[in-house]
Nanobody, 124 residues
Framework: QVHLVESGGGLVQAGGSLRLSCAAS???????AAWFRQAPGKEREFVASINWSGGSTPYANSVKGRFTISRDNAKNTVFLQMNTLKPEDTAVYYC??????????????????WGQGTQVTVSS
């Protein structure tokens, strides 16, 4: 079992940047990781994922070119760099992990471990 803790959320103006971090503990070696987000009244949606080596990083179309997912395996940490933020990026952002990876695994059910979430609010 993997325990995940997100940090780095906050309030930012449109056009600004934030960097989210996800610290993992437990058996994390070999795990894939992902970021999802959930806006009020909406379902949780896929943002980006990354395999263990970092060589595969699919993104949702809505964030492609603005967000970058990365990881530091020596520190058991996954990051989400968010640039050119828009008000529609406002949501609670969740880190997720799973021992299985596939670029098409983008459903909530595809990930077995979840963090508690961190709020990102983008003002216009």
């Amino acid at each position: 079992q993997v325990h995940l803790v997100e940090s780095g959320g906050g309030l930012v103006q449109a056009g600004g940047s934030l960097r989210l971090s996800c610290a993992a503990s437990g058996q994390f070696r070999g795990y894939a990781a992902a970021w999802f987000r959930q806006a009020p009244g909406k379902e949780r949606e896929f943002v980006a994922s990354i395999n263990w080596s970092g060589g595969s990083t699919p993104y949702a179309n809505s964030v492609k070119g603005r967000f970058t997912i990365s990881r530091d395996n020596a520190k058991n940490t996954v990051f989400l760099q968010m640039n050119t933020l828009k008000p529609e990026d406002t949501a609670v952002y969740y880190c997720a992990a799973d021992p299985m990876y596939g670029s098409s695994r983008q459903r909530v059910a595809d990930f077995g471990s979840w963090g508690q979430g961190t709020q990102v609010t983008v003002s216009s």
